[in-house]
């Protein structure tokens, strides 16, 4: 049975009368599938719309009073508990760092594990002991192509931190961006683009084995150069241009170095 560590996640716990209402209005998901004990993808904004953090949230089962987990890229964990604690402030949160857990992934859905919000053909995650994992589970070194292959990006190397708008990222199809519950913060910004039909670009992932990179030579100039992840590179494009395929149903391809590159977009 396939089950892996991933990591490059780390875990901390969320509790407290009101910390639902407090997550509520300042992440930019609807976090109400946790109360029916879904995983819920999330993101964190600046006041202009940026994304500051992405992570995933478990509902802690079996419990009277509402908690969570969060997991988060492991090198921005100690950030993302010091800017919660900020904008807390008085309520009654608490908000508790946890070195023992760790991410599982499954091919199968065993018990106590949880979808994937993001895309249906991810695998199933759960939160282990790293006692446990430490023993019996290999690390798992290759999800990061299987993920991007989908175009489902993560963490501060895939998603340009301060600077990314979260519909360039595919977010209002990932589930991480809420349209619908009301305010959070960057909220106005993140609609405004939505409603308007003001997205210009879209992520798409490469094989890099495909092309001889040079990132200052892209197609052209309406393309913008994200990062080269292992065997894969991400680039945002001109919308218009993943449009053809989407209407078209024909496999994606892009000109470049004067070849047809084959590419992908999230389906």
């Known amino acids: 049975m396939f089950m892996n560590i991933l990591s490059d996640r780390s875990v901390f716990k ?4 009101e910390s639902f209402n407090f997550l509520q209005s300042v992440v930019t998901a609807d ?6 004990g879904k995983a819920v993808a999330s993101c964190l904004l600046s006041a202009q719309g940026r994304v500051l953090y992405d992570f995933l949230l478990y509902p802690e089962l079996n419990q009277t009073d509402f908690s969570c ?3 988060c890229h492991h090198s921005e964990k100690f950030e993302l508990i010091k800017k919660l604690t900020m904008y807390k402030l008085r309520s009654k949160v608490v908000i508790n760092d946890n070195d023992k857990l760790c991410i599982l992934v499954s091919l199968k859905k065993n018990n106590g594990f949880f979808s994937d ?3 249906p053909k991810l695998p199933f995650r759960t939160i282990i002991e790293k006692d446990i994992s430490d023993n019996d589970f290999p690390e798992e070194n290759d999800f990061y192509s299987k993920r991007l292959d ?3 990006a993560e963490g501060p ?4 931190r301060n600077e990314a708008l979260p519909l360039d990222y595919w977010m209002d199809k990932t589930s991480h961006v809420s349209f ?3 305010c959070f913060i960057g909220q106005e910004v993140t609609a405004r683009i939505y409603h308007r039909k003001k997205i210009r670009r879209r992520l798409i992932t490469i094989k890099s084995q495909e092309i001889n990179l040079d990132p200052k030579n892209l197609p052209d100039k309406n393309f913008r150069f994200i990062n080269n992840i292992g065997k894969i590179i991400l680039l945002l494009a001109p919308v218009n241009i993943i449009d053809e395929f989407v209407e078209s149903k024909k496999k994606p391809e892009l000109k470049w170095y004067d ?3 084959k590419f992908n977009y999230y389906l």
């Open 150 to 152: 989908l175009c489902v």
């Open 117 to 119: 919000p993001r895309h």
């Open 180 to 182: 619908t519950k009301g």
């Open 69 to 71: 987990f969060v997991d």
């Open 31 to 36: 976090i109400s599938p946790l109360k029916k």
């Open 14 to 17: 969320i509790s407290g009368e």
């Open 259 to 261: 070849k047809y590159i």
């Open 157 to 160: 190397s895939e998603i340009i």
